[in-house]
């Protein structure tokens, strides 16, 4: 067992005491990222969130605590969100704390197999051509689509949405390489020991936490909330709010794990 964990796991030193401490400071920040610090008040697609680094909370809780303690984290932040602050007439979905339970377990198994993936270039290949799929489908979407239905009303998709939505996206697809890039070479010049992942690992985890938690079942979770029928768009909205993520859930991960460093075993240290 102790095996298994030391190749499919990120390990810490941090006892009990630490993790349940931890867990609530993540809570409370989650909380204040994902409702305070967000851009919630968009009322006529209310099935989307521009969170300021509430995922990163929790994908953190998820790395440095464990899938339990990441689960609890997740659960805890959406309903206690939910309750202090959310002033939506659409009601609480305990569906929609299903996709934040799953953000604190998931990352936990996907950190633990990608630190096995040494190669730098491998990771940002395999970004990059996922990333480039994705940007070609909301292309695709924005390009055969004339007009969307959201909950009865009909609005228009203009020349300049087409346009400018997917060159958005291009640009924030830019900006995560441009991190990713940036702050390994930022670590390389600090020398930092004792850290689990490298930069392009941790972008990349970012990058499939993302993917397959707000992406994959997100989309659908929402759309079996909201209306099937939206499914497509709230998949294409959700693509779009995942680049932004991603670039800014490698820059906060990456300098809190550094924070972080001394609760590594030295035997979990990787060259950044």
């Known amino acids: 067992m102790t095996k298994f964990k030391e190749k499919f796991f990120i390990e810490t030193n941090l006892s009990l005491v630490n993790k349940i401490t931890l867990a609530g400071l993540f809570i409370a920040l989650a909380i204040i990222f994902n409702k305070i610090i ?80 040494k190669s730098k270039s491998l990771l940002l290949s395999l970004e990059c051509i996922l990333m480039s799929l994705l940007l070609i489908g909301l292309s695709l979407y ?66 499939i936490s993302e993917l397959v938690v707000m992406v994959g079942f997100g989309a659908y979770i929402k759309a079996l909330c909201f209306g099937l029928s939206m499914y497509l768009l709230i998949l294409a909205c959700q693509s779009l709010v995942m680049f932004f993520d991603v670039a800014l859930n490698t820059f906060i991960i990456s300098y809190v794990l550094v924070i972080f460093k001394r609760y590594y075993p030295a035997k979990v240290a990787v060259n950044s």
């Not at 007009?147 to 400018?164: A, N, P, Q």
């Not at 670590?187 to 392009?200: V, W």
Request: glycine share 10%; charged share 10%.
């Open 38 to 117: 967000a851009i919630n008040a968009i009322s006529f697609i209310p099935f989307l969130r521009i969170s300021f680094g509430g995922c990163a909370v929790i994908i953190l809780a998820s790395l440095l605590l464990g899938p339990l303690f990441g689960g609890v984290v997740g659960v805890f932040s959406d309903v206690f969100g939910y309750l202090i602050f959310d002033m939506s007439a659409y009601g609480y979905f305990p569906q929609i704390t299903l996709i934040y339970l799953l953000l604190g377990v998931l990352p936990s198994f996907i950190f633990g197999l990608i630190k096995n993936m």
């Open 142 to 207: 924005l390009g055969l689509n004339n007009e969307v239905t959201i909950f009865g009303s009909t609005y228009s998709i203009s020349l300049w949405m087409k346009i400018v939505l997917p060159l958005v996206a291009f640009i924030l697809f830019g900006l995560i390489i441009l991190i990713t890039v940036l702050i390994d070479r930022h670590f390389a010049k600090l020398e930092s020991k004792n850290i689990p992942l490298n930069t392009y690992q941790i972008s990349f985890g970012c990058f």
